[in-house]
């Protein structure tokens, strides 16, 4: 993993040398085989910036490397360590494609800023200068995403001896702002379902009966869900099989797989769903407009992504004018079907909590296959229509 090709307009810059863009203003900087930065003065012309980096760089750049890494052989450029730490993450971690994604688009970042800066010449102001760069202006959540990203990456270089201390630990984050959006009411819901397309139709009748969120019903396939020799009654509730859900949010923790029951409602759901004909393997699905591409986080065709799910919902809130008095980033989201549900359950008397995922009930009946444990949950189901 090489640091990236130069732009064309700076094939004359010599090593070390750079135009950066901040706040507003171009200024030329150089830096250090250590790391260190030294910013020219503004009003400096490029010609005399690259003169006098280029004798900077014949007279000591090339000594000044050889003697950083016999001195130290940990001490390497981050384009040698990134593509070591990259490797132990994808070997170490089990990351969705989603997030492993962004967390190599976060490396390049780091690449082109911070390349040929030695791995212990990284100071705060290093992560300071990634910050300034790639998350100036976005929110508290982003930024706070970046520091996350960056502690990753120098956990992994401590460990290899590569840095003797994570200064992504020293920076502060930022203070994270309430959520402004507003609860949805059924009466909104019922607005919303009775015009939506098909798939949005399913996909908000899976999340008001399971309580999950978009992209867990984008996920659900017909295979996850098992059926009974015999339809029993349990609790009350006439049951046909279970519906399994893993919840990615908190994949990691017992109470994430869920087996939900599948009842009459949630088989009229299921039934509904396959009464189009279409060949999917996905409970939500859709033909687009170009059959045979595959959506962005999707694995087939047909599979709608949790992104459309929730754009197709807030097209259509928006159409009808649902909470129209409202700003547009505190109108409820697909999202709210969530607290939607949860809130249903427990008026009719029911503990949504293991069904949710968010931990361990007491009614909770625990059981093993295959070495993996699924939350089996109480019988229920929610009349919203």
């Known amino acids: 993993m ?86 132990r993450v994808q070997r170490e971690e089990s990351l969705s494609k989603r997030v492993f994604d962004a967390f190599i688009s976060n490396c390049d970042k780091l690449l082109e800023q911070q390349g040929n800066t030695y791995s212990k010449a990284i100071t705060l102001e290093t992560v300071n200068d990634f910050l300034d760069e790639f998350a100036a202006g976005a929110s508290a959540e982003a930024y706070n995403r970046k520091i996350s990203f960056l502690r990753k990456v120098f956990s992994y270089l401590v460990d290899m001896s590569a840095m003797e201390k994570n200064w992504a630990d020293d920076k502060k984050p930022r203070k994270l702002e309430a959520k402004k959006r507003r ?43 098992r059926y009974l020799k015999q339809p029993e009654i349990i609790d009350g509730v006439l049951v046909y099989g279970y519906m399994r859900i893993h919840r990615q ?60 799910i929730s754009k197709a919902f807030s097209k259509v809130r928006d159409e009808l004018g649902v ?15 969530r607290a939607l549900s949860i809130h249903l359950f427990t008026k009719a008397g029911m503990d949504p909590q293991s069904r949710a995922a968010h931990a361990d009930a007491k009614s909770t009946k625990v059981y093993q296959e295959n070495h993996v444990e699924w939350v089996r949950v109480p019988a229920g189901e929610l009349k919203v229509f």
């Not at 016999?70 to 981050?78: A, C, E, G």
């Not at 009966?209 to 396939?221: D, G, I, M």
């Not at 909470?323 to 109108?331: C, F």
Request: charged share 30%; hydrophobic share 30%; glycine share 4%.
């Open 249 to 308: 949010k908190v994949q990691t923790k017992e109470s994430s797989r869920v087996e939900i029951p599948i009842t009459q409602a949630l088989k009229n759901i299921i039934e509904q769903s396959r009464s189009d004909k279409v060949l999917s393997p996905y409970i939500v699905h859709r033909i687009g407009r170009y059959p045979n591409q595959i959506g962005e986080g999707c694995d087939h065709p047909t599979q709608v992504s949790s992104k459309y």
């Open 2 to 87: 090489a640091p990236r090709k130069k732009k064309v307009d700076n094939q004359d810059m010599p090593t070390g040398l750079s135009p950066v863009k901040k706040r507003g203003v171009t200024r030329f900087r150089y830096r250090y085989p250590t790391g260190k930065d030294f910013w020219f003065p503004p009003g400096t012309n490029r010609m005399d910036a690259v003169e006098a980096a280029r004798l900077f760089n014949a007279e000591y750049r090339n000594p000044s490397l050889k003697a950083l890494e016999q001195s130290d052989k940990y001490n390497r450029p981050l384009s040698y360590w990134l593509p070591k730490v990259i490797k």
């Open 183 to 225: 609860r949805l009411k059924l009466e909104d819901f019922q607005r919303i379902h009775s015009v939506a397309p098909d798939f949005l139709k399913i996909a908000m009748e899976l999340a008001i009966q399971t309580t999950h969120a978009t992209l867990e019903v984008s996920r659900l396939k017909y295979r996850d869900c």
């Open 323 to 337: 909470r129209e008095n409202l700003k547009k980033e505190e109108r409820p989201t697909f999202h709210e079907i």
